[in-house]
């Protein structure tokens, strides 16, 4: 959770900025029985967040499948192994990206979040500073 | 005597077991609030990625971050 807290800072470093942040939780660990309580949630208070629950782990998932079908568009060498779980991780994307089947390809997309949290401001001011498509 | 130690283990266990259900149910059951400003929390199910794709493409034009989380 010291992930997310670092997240919301790390927003609050941006408090004007067009800007869009998905944050999901998903059962991970053996305690991990039900959906985030309202002390969780509130670790990500930025309004320009919208939280969401992922207990079948379908984002998870996706991303998975995406990495296996196409290890290179996404900066691996080779697929993920059997039952790998995304999660403290922190995706950035661009200002024109698309999610149509597959997930668009990312500006910056690493974990634990906490270890890439300066890495993730960057690549946030990065797309910011950048001109529209 | 040991059977009194024996009641008192089996009192102990059953009070052990409902307090660990209460907090279970509480686990699961307790109202969930989205801080002040953002939507509801919304479950994924396996049919729901396609509105978790259309409300990232939502704010294209914008920059976007998705992260993942385990709550405990």
Same mark, same amino acid.
């Given at each position: 959770?010291?992930g997310a807290s670092?997240?919301? +800072?790390?927003l609050?470093?941006?408090p004007e900025? #067009?800007?869009r942040?998905?944050?999901v939780?998903?059962?991970v660990?053996?305690?991990d029985?039900a959906?985030?309580?309202?002390?969780?949630?509130? $670790?990500?208070?930025?309004?320009?967040?919208?939280?969401?629950?992922?207990?079948?782990?379908v $984002?998870?998932d996706?991303?998975?499948?995406?990495v +296996?079908?196409?290890? #290179?568009?996404?900066?691996?060498?080779?697929?993920?192994p059997?039952?790998?779980?995304a999660?403290?991780v922190v995706g950035v994307?661009?200002?024109?990206a698309r999610?149509?089947?597959?997930p668009?390809v990312?500006?910056?997309?690493?974990?634990?979040?906490v270890?890439?949290i300066d890495?993730?401001?960057i690549a946030? #001011?990065?797309?910011?500073?950048a001109?529209?498509? | 005597?040991a059977?009194d130690?024996?009641?008192?283990? *089996?009192?102990?266990a059953?009070a !052990?077991?409902?307090? *660990?259900?209460l !907090?279970?149910?509480w686990?699961?059951l307790?109202p969930r609030?989205?801080?002040?400003g953002q939507?509801?929390l919304?479950?994924?199910r396996?049919?729901?990625?396609?509105?978790f794709?259309?409300?990232?493409n939502?704010?294209?034009?914008?920059?976007?971050v998705?992260?993942?989380f385990?709550?405990t």
């Amino acid at each position: 959770m010291r992930g997310a807290s670092a997240l919301d +800072h790390l927003l609050a470093e941006f408090p004007e900025a #067009a800007l869009r942040v998905q944050v999901v939780w998903e059962p991970v660990i053996v305690s991990d029985v039900a959906a985030p309580l309202s002390q969780v949630l509130g $670790l990500v208070a930025d309004r320009r967040v919208t939280q969401y629950w992922d207990p079948e782990l379908v $984002l998870s998932d996706d991303f998975v499948r995406a990495v +296996h079908d196409d290890p #290179a568009r996404y900066g691996f060498d080779e697929p993920l192994p059997p039952g790998f779980i995304a999660w403290d991780v922190v995706g950035v994307f661009g200002r024109s990206a698309r999610w149509e089947r597959e997930p668009p390809v990312l500006v910056l997309s690493s974990g634990p979040v906490v270890e890439v949290i300066d890495a993730t401001r960057i690549a946030i #001011a990065e797309e910011l500073a950048a001109a529209p498509d | 005597m040991a059977r009194d130690a024996r009641k008192a283990i *089996a009192t102990l266990a059953v009070a !052990a077991a409902l307090v *660990a259900g209460l !907090a279970f149910a509480w686990l699961r059951l307790a109202p969930r609030h989205v801080p002040a400003g953002q939507p509801p929390l919304t479950t994924l199910r396996s049919n729901s990625l396609p509105d978790f794709r259309a409300a990232f493409n939502a704010s294209e034009g914008e920059a976007r971050v998705v992260a993942m989380f385990s709550p405990t």
